[in-house]
């Protein structure tokens, strides 16, 4: 059980856009649709923003989205703000109740 | 409101066992959902330690399995963490967190707390 692969950075201008991919394997990012995405700034505890693929929790701004193809999902930041400057982890169900996280995306608003 | 909430000994000796309570108020951990832990060492990124789900069930990440056991007080409402044999390795930040379903989507976490091994 590996964890799943983020670019280690990530960036745009306030207004744009930004993708992050999270790359796994046929065992868990490409077996189901249960990939998650975390906010996480720091100092502080991992804010849920994504899950089962694409749906948004209550709260979460719809410039939140997600996505997933084969075997790599991806968080899109649209209209990034400066608030959405922060490390974004991707987590994934690995089979048999076990989870796997990504390696974590620092995304900095320039 | 569902909180939870880490407690423990800030600082562990080398080979000995690491133990976290969570306490959770706001929801009876016994009624449903999925409870668990998470690390993160410092300056690093997130690895999922284990969960339970309320019906008894332990789940444990198989790299460390070996070495945890998730524990529960329905009386208390809180569940623990051990953790044997640690090494400079398992210094980290530990979350408890609840998921809704088998998803894995954890949303509500605690606030974490710095578990140091040193001696």
């Known amino acids: 059980q590996s964890a799943l692969t983020q670019p280690p950075s990530a960036s745009g201008s306030p207004g744009q856009s930004v993708t992050i991919s999270c790359t796994g394997t046929?065992?868990?990012?490409?077996?189901?649709?249960?990939v998650s995405w975390y906010q996480q700034h720091p100092g502080k505890a991992p804010k849920l923003m994504i899950s089962?693929?694409?749906k948004r929790p209550a709260g979460v701004p719809d410039r939140f989205s997600g996505s997933k193809s084969g075997n790599t999902a991806s968080l899109t930041v649209s209209g990034l703000q400066a608030e959405d400057e922060a490390d974004y982890y991707c987590?994934?169900?690995?089979?048999?109740?076990?989870?796997?996280f990504g390696t974590g995306t620092k995304v900095t608003v320039l | 409101q569902v909180q939870l909430q880490e407690s423990g000994p800030g600082l562990v000796k080398p080979s000995e066992t690491l133990s976290l309570i969570c306490a959770v108020s706001?929801?009876?951990?016994?009624?449903?959902?999925?409870w668990g832990w998470i690390r993160q060492p410092p300056g690093k990124g997130l690895e999922w330690i284990g969960s339970?789900?309320?019906?008894?069930?332990?789940y444990y990440n198989p790299s460390l399995k070996s070495r945890v056991t998730i524990s529960v007080d329905t009386s208390k409402n809180q569940f623990s963490l051990r953790l044997s044999s640690v090494t400079a390795a398992d210094t980290a930040f530990y979350y408890c967190?609840?998921?809704?379903?088998?998803?894995?989507?954890?949303?509500?976490w605690g606030q974490g707390t710095l578990v140091t091994v040193s001696s």
């Open positions: 987590s994934s169900y690995a089979g048999s109740n076990t989870y796997v």
């Open positions: 046929s065992s868990d990012v490409g077996a189901y649709k249960y």
């Open positions: 339970f789900y309320h019906s008894g069930s332990t």
């Open positions: 706001g929801y009876s951990i016994r009624s449903n959902y999925y």
């Open positions: 967190a609840r998921s809704g379903d088998i998803s894995g989507a954890n949303d509500y």
């Open positions: 089962e693929v694409s």
